[in-house]
């Protein structure tokens, strides 16, 4: 099971979903921030992996912030997709987490973005050449070095680093900054990467 947060940030509902049902293996649980933090059916740590697609500003609420604080605790995997790495800006722990102090940005959208594979032997990237996908880029810091590198990019408007890796505690930690809307979603490469990337983070391969 992998809980997909959401709140905060508009996004394509329908082709969204559907990448995440097209994914094999994937077994979505589409929820907005308040649900994974009040947690009903007291299954937040069952899930094999939690993926951010969610854009909070402000800091987080007491409640929020003990959820969130409590993500890594248990071996599963933590994945932030996209705009997910922008949220909560200015707390320090989630910056930690991902691996950019300073998430200060901007953006720019329907940018043809070359991505290149910085580590062609790690089990997200075996076997991928570079491609081409049109995409909203970030202009912000790049990953931080202790962060392993996967994808990189050289795109004026964009950070360099497009997708990492990293360890919190016990878990598992995978950062795509690509993912931004239909035209996205539907590039083979990109569904590639964010399948395996799951997969990684939640220790499957």
Same mark, same amino acid.
Do not use: C
């Given at each position: 099971m992998t809980a997909v947060v959401t709140g905060n940030h508009p996004f394509e509902v329908i082709e969204f979903t559907n990448l995440f049902r097209s994914l094999p293996g994937i077994d979505p649980y589409p929820?907005?921030?308040?649900?994974?933090? @009040? @947690?009903?059916s007291h299954v937040r740590n069952k899930y094999e992996a939690v993926l951010f697609y969610n854009m909070h500003m402000d800091l987080p609420s007491e409640d929020a912030k003990a959820a969130l604080e409590a993500?890594?605790?248990?071996?599963?995997?933590?994945?932030?997709?996209? $705009?997910g790495l922008l949220g909560f800006p200015k707390w320090s722990v989630w910056s930690d987490i991902i691996g950019i102090p300073n998430r200060?940005?901007? &953006?720019?959208?329907?940018?043809?973005? $070359?991505?290149?594979?910085?580590?062609? @032997?790690?089990?997200? *990237?075996?076997?991928?050449?570079?491609w081409d996908m049109v995409d909203e880029t970030y202009k912000m810091d790049a990953a931080r070095p202790d962060c392993h590198v996967l994808l990189t990019t050289d795109h004026p408007k964009s950070l360099r680093t497009l997708a990492?890796?990293?360890? $919190?505690?016990?878990?598992?930690?995978?950062?795509?900054?690509?993912?931004? @809307?239909? $035209? *996205? &979603?539907?590039?083979?490469?990109?569904? *590639?990467?964010?399948?395996?990337?799951? &997969?990684w983070a939640a220790g499957r391969i």
């Open positions: 929820q907005n921030l308040e649900n994974w933090v @009040d @947690d009903m993500v890594g605790e248990v071996e599963q995997g933590i994945i932030f997709l996209h $705009h200060s940005f901007s &953006y720019s959208n329907g940018e043809t973005v $070359h991505v290149e594979i910085a580590d062609p @032997d790690h089990p997200i *990237t075996k076997g991928l050449s570079s990492w890796t990293r360890q $919190h505690n016990k878990a598992r930690v995978f950062i795509l900054a690509s993912g931004h @809307d239909k $035209h *996205t &979603y539907a590039n083979p490469n990109f569904q *590639t990467i964010l399948l395996r990337g799951i &997969y």
